[in-house]
């Protein structure tokens, strides 16, 4: 063995490996005190398990899904500004194909925006009245509204 | 099933850098060492086709955005491949902590599996930007400039570096969409990629058995940060992995002048291209190369600084140019004023910080490569390249942090158990170098060489 290849005296690396193997145990811990059934839960949004808030709204979003056209342009309305503002993030990517408005950004109202869209999303909330709607579905935690043609 | 598709178009990314695995560097090294090179020019040379693609307004194709890494990855590993390079040190490395040391891994390693595929760990911003860019940018087959523009797509940070988004999308190119559920477990490939190199690399300085366990710590430390930050399909992993293998690079290297530094070059590419933070860290990780250079009194330290400055200051300024062409602001925007900096939150910044650096081992991950370092007694300019990132990250942290107006302890929590892995991992590079290491071995030659014969 060249002398080079030798670890020095007293300088194991059984320490190293057995400080790698200590850390491991937390996750292992944390993994069980959970019980099995909630384990083997599987989840259905990206967020199951990081943000309950999130993942109910990933999965409203995925709801409207079946319900808009091709290409659709929407906006989505919610009371709550941090929801309606994080619909409105990840819509934009979960419709790629779409162009979404946003009617509220970093709470701030934008309605003049929003009212150009042809579809609403509506989340945990009916839209307003005299946005001239109808409802195209109810879907869970809200429902998907079409713009009328104005008369 | 959109996800075999999408995990075959990553796993082919190092195809396309192909000719890294050539370069005398690591043309020597066992393949996954040589494969994790390869990812590297393949994800640098992915990101800037995908640029220049849009800037030249061609549609992106899985053919279009393959064929310039190709071509050049065949030019650069037709070279490479005439050129002599080190034989490969002969392994003398103990079976039973190899067994231990890849049993220990692969236990973090499916312990991080198990909880990316389970969504135990997916980032928020996955899907506020960075799913987000990369959805958009397959749909519209090239970066989407004008979504970058829109005035309601200012909070997805259009100033990012495009690099994650943009291999995203080439997996959604291949797969038809971004399988949003799945692409949150390819974070695990970086840190599979990264630790054969890892070891390969830290085996020049330390003995078989030393490289494989610190590998393996390296490998339990990472997996478990990564899954207890929710770093799941955001950039951490990536940097990480570019991160880790510059610091690596430069930390081993033989103090004789002449060493290659195409290694680190293309890795502090990578990482600048990757995530704002790739920038600061390589700054620091290039200040203290030079310093260490300095300091040893080494052959050429500034002609040698020049393929590690210039790679990424080259990989930095496409990106700013691609900004300006498109009409976005040139550069990356601050939380405020440069210096308008305040002591205000300090106890509160310091406190918040450490506490978020338990890294989910309740500091232990941090502990323990510290505790090697003290024991260890080491010249610490040899560690400079990695102790500069180390007090680098965490000094752009409170300097960033000094610069809110409110408390930023929600801030912290936010970002500090990410923002801190690059740190930690140089951390525990720089003890194992010290607690194993010796001399470079090129200085052990001109010892020995230097060396009188006894009488």
């Given at each position: 063995?060249?002398?080079a290849d030798?670890d020095p005296?007293g300088?194991?690396p059984?320490l190293w490996l057995i400080?790698?193997?200590?850390?491991?145990?937390f996750?292992?811990?944390a993994?069980?005190?959970?019980p099995?059934?909630?384990?083997?839960f599987v989840?259905?949004?990206?967020l199951?398990?990081t943000?309950?808030?999130r993942?109910e709204q990933?999965s409203?979003l995925?709801?409207?899904?079946?319900?808009?056209p091709?290409?659709p342009v929407?906006?989505?309305v919610?009371e709550?500004p941090?929801a309606?503002m994080?619909l409105f993030?990840?819509?934009?990517?979960?419709?790629?194909?779409?162009?979404?408005l946003?009617?509220?950004?970093?709470?701030?109202?934008?309605p003049e925006?929003?009212?150009q869209?042809?579809?609403?999303?509506a989340y945990?909330?009916?839209p307003?009245?005299?946005w001239n709607?109808r409802?195209?579905a109810?879907?869970r935690?809200?429902a998907?509204?079409?713009?009328?043609?104005a008369? | 099933?959109?996800?075999?598709l999408?995990?075959?178009a990553?796993l082919?990314?190092?195809?396309l850098?192909?000719?890294?695995a050539f370069?005398?560097?690591?043309r020597?090294?066992l393949?996954?060492?040589?494969?994790?090179?390869?990812?590297?020019l393949?994800?640098v040379a992915?990101t800037?086709t995908?640029?220049?693609?849009?800037w030249?307004?061609v549609?992106?194709s899985?053919a279009?955005?393959a064929?310039?890494?190709?071509?050049v990855?065949?030019?650069?590993g037709?070279?490479?491949?005439?050129?002599p390079a080190?034989p490969r040190r002969p392994?003398?490395?103990?079976?039973r902590i190899a067994l231990?040391?890849?049993?220990?891994?692969?236990?973090?390693?499916?312990?991080?599996?198990?909880t990316?595929?389970?969504?135990?760990?997916?980032?928020v911003?996955y899907l506020f930007f960075w799913?987000?860019?990369?959805?958009r940018?397959?749909?519209v087959r090239?970066?989407?400039?004008?979504?970058l523009r829109?005035?309601?797509?200012?909070?997805?940070?259009?100033?990012?570096?495009p690099?994650v988004p943009?291999?995203?999308?080439?997996g959604?190119?291949?797969?038809g969409?971004?399988?949003?559920?799945?692409v949150p477990v390819?974070?695990?490939l970086?840190?599979?990629?990264?630790?054969?190199?890892?070891r390969?690399?830290?085996?020049r300085r330390i003995?078989d058995d030393?490289a494989?366990?610190?590998?393996c710590f390296?490998?339990a430390?990472?997996s478990?940060?990564?899954?207890?930050s929710?770093?799941g399909?955001?950039?951490?992993a990536?940097?990480l992995f570019f991160?880790?293998?510059?610091v690596a690079a430069?930390?081993v290297e033989?103090?004789?002048?002449?060493?290659s530094?195409?290694l680190?070059?293309?890795m502090?590419?990578?990482a600048?291209?990757?995530?704002?933070e790739g920038?600061?860290?390589?700054i620091?990780?290039?200040a203290?190369?030079v310093?260490r250079d300095?300091?040893?009194r080494?052959?050429?330290?500034l002609?040698r600084a020049?393929p590690?400055?210039?790679a990424?200051?080259?990989?930095?300024?496409?990106?700013?140019?691609f900004?300006?062409?498109?009409?976005?602001?040139v550069?990356?925007?601050?939380h405020g004023?440069?210096?308008?900096v305040?002591a205000r939150?300090l106890?509160s910044?310091l406190?918040e910080?450490l506490?978020n650096?338990d890294?989910?081992?309740?500091?232990?991950?941090w502990?323990v490569?510290?505790?090697?370092l003290?024991?260890?007694?080491?010249?610490p300019?040899r560690l400079?390249?990695?102790?500069?990132l180390?007090?680098?990250?965490?000094?752009?942290?409170?300097f960033?942090?000094?610069?809110?107006?409110?408390?930023?302890?929600q801030?912290?929590g936010?970002?500090?158990p990410?923002?801190?892995?690059?740190?930690?991992?140089?951390?525990?590079?720089a003890?194992?170098l010290?607690?194993?290491?010796r001399?470079?071995?090129?200085?052990?030659?001109?010892?020995a060489?230097?060396t009188?014969?006894?009488?």
């Open positions: 063995m060249n002398p030798a005296p300088r194991s059984r400080a790698a193997f200590a850390l491991c145990c996750p292992i811990a993994r069980t005190a959970h099995l059934d909630e384990q083997l989840p259905i949004t990206p199951d398990r943000d309950g808030a993942a990933w409203f995925e709801a409207c899904r079946p319900h808009l091709p290409q929407f906006t989505i919610a709550d941090d309606a994080s993030m990840m819509s934009i990517g979960a419709f790629p194909d779409s162009l979404p946003p009617t509220m950004y970093y709470g701030m109202p934008a925006i929003g009212r869209a042809d579809f609403v999303l945990r909330q009916p307003l009245p005299h709607l409802l195209v109810r879907v935690h809200g998907v509204y079409a713009r009328l043609p008369p | 099933m959109t996800w075999p999408f995990l075959a990553v082919a990314i190092p195809l850098g192909f000719g890294a370069h005398p560097s690591v020597s090294e393949a996954p060492a040589r494969i994790a090179a390869a990812l590297a393949g994800v992915l800037l995908g640029l220049a693609l849009t030249a307004s549609r992106w899985l279009t955005l064929a310039p890494p190709l071509a990855s065949l030019l650069l037709h070279f490479w491949a005439r050129c080190p392994g003398h490395a103990s079976r231990a040391a890849t049993a220990i891994a692969a236990l973090a390693l499916v312990l991080l599996f198990w990316l595929v389970t969504a135990g760990a997916t980032s911003d799913g987000v860019k990369a959805a940018f397959a749909a090239g970066v989407d400039t004008e979504l829109w005035k309601y797509f200012g909070h997805a940070v259009p100033d990012y570096p690099s943009i291999l995203q999308a080439w959604a190119l291949a797969a969409r971004l399988p949003w559920r799945f390819c974070s695990l970086w840190i599979v990629a990264a630790a054969p190199l890892a390969a690399l830290l085996r003995g030393a494989t366990a610190v590998a390296w490998v430390a990472t478990i940060t990564i899954a207890q929710y770093s399909g955001n950039a951490e990536q940097l991160e880790t293998l510059a430069l930390l033989d103090a004789a002048a002449g060493a530094r195409f680190p070059a293309l502090l590419a990578g600048v291209l990757t995530k704002v920038a600061a860290a390589a620091a990780i290039v203290g190369t310093l300095a300091l040893e080494r052959r050429g330290t002609r020049l590690i400055v210039f990424p200051a080259a990989a930095l300024l496409a990106w700013f140019a900004q300006r062409h498109i009409g976005l602001a550069g990356y925007s601050s004023p440069l210096l308008g305040s939150f106890p910044i406190g910080g506490r650096l890294a989910g081992t309740l500091w232990l991950s502990v490569p510290i505790a090697f003290l024991a260890a007694r080491p010249d300019r400079l390249p990695a102790l500069a180390v007090a680098g990250l965490c000094g752009f942290l409170v960033d942090y000094m610069h809110d107006t409110r408390d930023p302890s801030r912290i936010w970002t500090t990410r923002v801190s892995q690059s740190a930690l991992s140089a951390c525990i590079l003890a194992g010290a607690w194993f290491g001399e470079p071995r090129g200085q052990q030659i001109s010892a060489a230097a009188p014969p006894a009488p």
